[in-house]
C-alpha cells in the first residue's frame, strides 16, 4: 500500500483546509486509517483516525470540534476537513494506515503517506 497525502497549504487563522490521503492497493479499504502531524522540532502526535467501514472515529483534545476524518473507500481515499485553524496547528501532516484498532501512537501504524505541509499565519 503506498499513501500519497495532498491538500496542505497557506492559510490565515480561522481558516480552512481539506487534506486527502489517497492509498493505492485494494486492501486499504479493510485498513484503519490515522493523521499524524509533526511541528520542526517536535515528536510526530497523532490528530485523528477511523476505522476501516468510516463508522468510528478518534480525535485529539486539541482538534476535538475543529477537524472532521472521513472516508470514500470507492475512492481509496481518506480526508481531514480542517476548520477555525489556528497558528499551532502548523506542522507536517501525515497519513498512516494499517493498525489493528483505531491507534493513537505512529509505531502502531504499518503505511506511511510522505506528509504535506499546512502552515497557518497569525
Known amino acids: 500500500v503506498q499513501l500519497q497525502a495532498s491538500g496542505g497549504g497557506l492559510v490565515q487563522a480561522g481558516g480552512s483546509l481539506r487534506l486527502s490521503c489517497a492509498a493505492s492497493g485494494r486492501t486499504f479499504g479493510s485498513m484503519h486509517v490515522g493523521w499524524f502531524r509533526q511541528a520542526p522540532g517536535k515528536e510526530r502526535d497523532f490528530v485523528a483516525a477511523i476505522n476501516w467501514s468510516g463508522g468510528s472515529m478518534l480525535y485529539a483534545d486539541s482538534v476535538k470540534g475543529r477537524y472532521t476524518i472521513s472516508r470514500d473507500n470507492s475512492k481509496n481515499t481518506v480526508y481531514l476537513q480542517m476548520i477555525s485553524l489556528k497558528p499551532e496547528d502548523t506542522a507536517v501532516y501525515y497519513c498512516?494506515?494499517?493498525?489493528?484498532?483505531?491507534?493513537?501512537?505512529?509505531?502502531?501504524?504499518?503505511?506511511w503517506g510522505q506528509g504535506t505541509q499546512v502552515t497557518v499565519s497569525s
Open positions: 498512516a494506515a494499517a493498525s489493528l484498532y483505531l491507534a493513537t501512537m505512529p509505531n502502531e501504524y504499518k503505511y
